[in-house]
């Protein structure tokens, strides 16, 4: 059994991870910038408190990873499957980043806030999402089906489709120009 090596409070810039595997690492309250970890194994390693700023993170393989309050600012997050996280240590936000593509499939991340993202073909399929914020976030194609949508806030969100039946909408927020992403799976001819 190899011994755990932990980083704590360390910044990483320009490092290329890229296709590469890491096992045994903790990484605490860390800084990655610019560093790229493209289609890197990462699987059942620790990221607590940590920031990846400008990162490419598409398709990192997350089986058993934990990945507790990390920041992801201006990042490249495609086809990455968060469902495979740790179930029990995960949270996370998105600012400026593009996570399209991307799996939360049967998370409970309530609260989770996504700003100026764009997240195309994103599957939220059995999400808990409740007071979520998507804020100006693009959700073309986005998939939210059996997910708790309750509180969770769209107003700035563009592009969504939501089946009301499908999924728990009490007090979600809507605003009135966004609002023919609750009803165009209907076949309704809307005009401004």
């Known amino acids: 059994m190899e011994e755990t090596i932990i980083h704590q409070e360390k910044t990483f810039s320009k490092v290329e991870y890229a296709n590469c595997t890491?096992?045994?690492?903790?990484?605490i309250q860390c800084t990655f910038s610019h560093c790229d970890f493209s289609n890197s194994d990462l699987r059942?390693?620790?990221?607590?408190?940590?920031?990846?700023?400008?990162?490419?993170?598409?398709?990192v393989k997350l089986d058993g990873t934990s990945l507790r309050n990390i920041h992801f600012i201006g990042c490249k997050v495609l086809g990455c499957d968060f469902s495979r996280c740790n179930k029990y240590m995960y949270s996370f936000s998105f600012t400026d980043s593009i996570l399209d593509y991307s799996i939360f499939i049967g998370l409970k991340i309530k609260g989770t806030h996504f700003e100026r993202c764009s997240m195309k073909e994103v599957d939220f399929s059995h999400t808990d999402l409740s007071t979520a914020i998507f804020d100006e976030c693009e959700l073309s194609g986005a998939t939210f089906s059996n997910s708790n949508l309750e509180k969770t806030d769209f107003r700035t969100a563009h592009n969504f489709r939501i089946q009301l039946e499908n999924n728990k909408v009490k007090k979600a927020k809507f605003n009135t120009a966004n609002l023919a992403g609750l009803v165009l799976h209907y076949g309704l001819d809307l005009h401004d």
């Open 44 to 59: 059942d390693n620790t990221f607590e408190d940590c920031r990846f700023e400008s990162c490419n993170f598409s398709m």
């Open 22 to 27: 890491l096992r045994n690492r903790e990484f």
